[in-house]
């Protein structure tokens, strides 16, 4: 039952990455976003991230189990 959890995690790995400037690539298109202002912003699909809201503080996520 509980099949879909590595997939759900990959895809909070990849847009932590995204968040982070460690990778470059839209999660809905896979092409190539750019990063401006706080914001990540995909000129292929026109999707949009905000990462001010982390970038003042780390994002360690600890693996505890
Ligand atoms: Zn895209």
Redesign the pocket.
């Known amino acids: 039952m509980s099949a879909v959890a590595p997939l759900h995690r990959t895809l909070e790995q990849e847009l932590q990455a995204l968040l982070r400037g460690a990778s470059l690539e839209?999660?809905?298109?896979?092409?190539f976003?750019l990063h401006a202002g706080g914001m990540i912003n995909?000129p292929?699909?026109?999707?949009s991230l905000r990462t001010g809201a982390g970038a003042a503080e780390p994002l360690a996520v600890p693996h505890s189990g």
């Open positions: 839209c999660l809905v298109c896979g092409e976003v995909c292929e699909c026109s999707s």
